[in-house]
């Protein structure tokens, strides 16, 4: 017995571009010039979606950007880049205004902090809804890191900067 495969015809139909319209003029596709009249091309489409969308420069403020800063470090760590995570949680940025200064411990950190910042910047302007957010990096070598490793770390850190939740846990009985 012999098997032939039965071919089939599989038609996906793609949405069509839009055709930039003719100036009439026939350009190879390989010249300098078609080149630069890619460009002009691309940078009058960017102009104008520029213009015509006004991005939202809504108020924020610096808890609601500390939480959205940790939940992208803790982001980072679940994918592995554990890296990037601990300079982001090395300390807590300060918010002046819509930048967010934050302090690291050396010029290393600061490069390889830089390489992810364009990613960091795009998630705090999309979840912020603020897109006049920038973030200036501050280098200094003295700082001391405050980074808490262990459970009694961790509360203890948290009891310095609240004294309440001492009696907190004191008022449920609660195991560190």
Same mark, same amino acid.
Request: avoid cysteine; charge should be negative.
């Given at each position: 017995?012999?098997?032939?495969?039965?071919?089939?015809?599989?038609?996906?139909? &793609?949405?069509?571009?839009?055709?930039?319209?003719?100036?009439?003029?026939?350009?190879?596709?390989?010249?300098?010039?078609?080149?630069?009249?890619?460009?002009?091309?691309?940078?009058?489409?960017?102009? &104008? =979606?520029?213009?015509?969308?006004?991005?939202?420069?809504?108020?924020?403020?610096?808890?609601?950007?500390?939480?959205?800063?940790?939940?992208?470090?803790?982001?980072?760590?679940? !994918?592995?880049? !554990?890296?990037?995570?601990?300079?982001?949680?090395?300390?807590?940025?300060?918010?002046?205004?819509?930048?967010? =200064?934050?302090?690291?411990?050396?010029?290393?950190?600061?490069?390889?902090?830089?390489?992810? !910042?364009?990613?960091?910047?795009?998630?705090?302007?999309?979840?912020?809804?603020?897109?006049?957010?920038?973030?200036?990096?501050?280098?200094?070598?003295?700082?001391?890191?405050?980074?808490?490793?262990?459970?009694?770390?961790?509360?203890?850190?948290?009891?310095?900067?609240?004294?309440?939740?001492?009696?907190?846990?004191?008022?449920?009985?609660?195991?560190?």
């Amino acid at each position: 017995m012999i098997t032939v495969p039965i071919a089939t015809e599989i038609v996906i139909e &793609t949405p069509k571009a839009e055709t930039p319209v003719n100036t009439g003029t026939k350009v190879s596709a390989l010249s300098l010039s078609s080149i630069r009249a890619k460009r002009e091309l691309e940078k009058s489409q960017k102009a &104008t =979606v520029r213009d015509s969308v006004h991005l939202p420069t809504e108020a924020f403020t610096e808890t609601d950007m500390l939480l959205q800063w940790n939940k992208y470090a803790q982001r980072l760590g679940d !994918k592995g880049r !554990k890296i990037m995570e601990s300079l982001m949680l090395v300390n807590d940025p300060k918010l002046q205004g819509t930048t967010i =200064v934050h302090e690291l411990p050396n010029e290393g950190s600061k490069i390889d902090f830089e390489s992810e !910042k364009l990613d960091l910047v795009g998630y705090l302007r999309g979840k912020l809804h603020n897109h006049d957010i920038m973030i200036d990096l501050i280098v200094n070598e003295g700082m001391d890191s405050r980074r808490a490793f262990t459970p009694q770390d961790r509360f203890n850190r948290l009891n310095e900067m609240n004294p309440n939740l001492e009696i907190l846990r004191k008022t449920f009985d609660l195991d560190i």
